[in-house]
């Protein structure tokens, strides 16, 4: 076999998508082309970075590769930050909004020759308060979305978990007031969101023009508060439109302030953050990422 031969795998057994065979039928195949695998269960929040960490400072393996949601990508991400060791990923998750960046097909073989072959490129990344992120930071709305579901309804009902929270925050009324500070320059919002990518939610496209492998950030300031504007917005984002709606600002920055004169819940990479207020910017360590090939 050419390519990878030790692989590092850390799991989130809680991955909504482990029992429909990608996991298994990944680490199989890659058993048979024959990689040695080490497999590293998750026990709770911060674990996967621990773990990735430990991995990295072995330096045993050829790649560590996060196997679940966004979330755990994220995690092992953190650990692995300043290390020259790759990270993979084998997505388990509900969304799987990086699996969709990089154009990683769901199936376990064309996953396993990715982790095997898959060329390793220097992506960019954010900071959020200090926090490694590598999709998106939100406040407001889908703070709020992600927040609501529990851990149980994901693994119950999947996707449409966001589709029902969704439906009961746009029906209560967006009613966050967010302050915006973009590079020194106020204004206000009801909904921000900053992203590395193209992609947010899964497969919808928010940032058209956005490049993980570039390091710039954009930030997506929607300003009207509406229950009709922010029906608007969903539109939008279905459509791919959102960069071209009026009543939101796209912006690239240094340094973007968010504060509130009331609690707004945040999501980081899909998963549920502290409130509000938050300090973004651009990162400034280097993370090696395994990418399909071409």
């Known amino acids: ?3 990878r031969k030790r692989i590092d795998i850390i799991v989130n057994p809680a991955a909504g998508s482990r029992n429909d065979g ?3 039928g990944a ?3 890659l058993h048979d082309k024959g990689a040695f695998v080490r497999c590293f269960e998750t026990v709770g929040p911060g674990h996967a970075t621990e773990l990735a960490a430990k991995c990295a400072q072995e330096a045993y393996t050829d790649v560590i590769v996060a196997a679940g949601g966004d979330g755990t990508i994220n995690e092992v991400a953190r650990g692995l930050l300043g290390h020259p060791t790759p990270l993979g990923v084998l997505p388990l998750g509900t969304a799987n909004v990086l699996a969709i960046e990089l ?3 769901l199936r376990a073989r ?9 060329d390793a490129k220097l992506i960019g990344t954010g900071l959020v308060n200090g926090d490694l992120f590598l999709l998106m930071v939100g406040a407001g709305f889908d703070g709020e979305v992600v927040g609501a579901i529990k851990p149980s309804m994901k693994r119950r ?5 966001f589709v029902l929270e969704g439906l009961k925050a746009l029906l209560k009324g967006p009613e966050y007031p967010i302050s915006v500070v973009v590079d020194g320059e106020p204004q206000d919002a009801a909904w921000v969101v900053v992203t590395n990518a193209r992609h947010y939610a899964g497969p919808f496209v928010l940032a058209p023009t956005a490049d993980i492998a570039d390091p710039h950030l954009q930030a997506f300031i929607f300003q009207k508060h509406s229950r009709l504007a922010f029906a608007g917005y969903f539109l939008g984002l279905a459509l791919g439109r959102v960069d071209r709606m009026p009543g939101v600002q796209v912006s690239q920055f240094q340094k973007l302030e968010l504060s509130s004169v009331m609690p707004v819940p945040v999501e980081v990479d899909g998963d549920a953050y502290q409130n509000l207020p938050l300090t973004i910017s651009q990162g400034t360590q280097f993370l090696r990422l395994v990418v399909p090939e071409a």
Not at 110 to 118: E, F, I, K, P, W
Not at 157 to 161: H, I, P
């Open 110 to 118: 064309s996953v396993a020759d990715t982790l095997l072959h898959g």
């Open 1 to 3: 076999m050419s390519g």
């Open 103 to 105: 154009g990683q097909k």
């Open 157 to 161: 009902v999947g996707k449409f978990a």
């Open 27 to 29: 680490v199989r195949q």
């Open 22 to 24: 990608l996991f298994d």
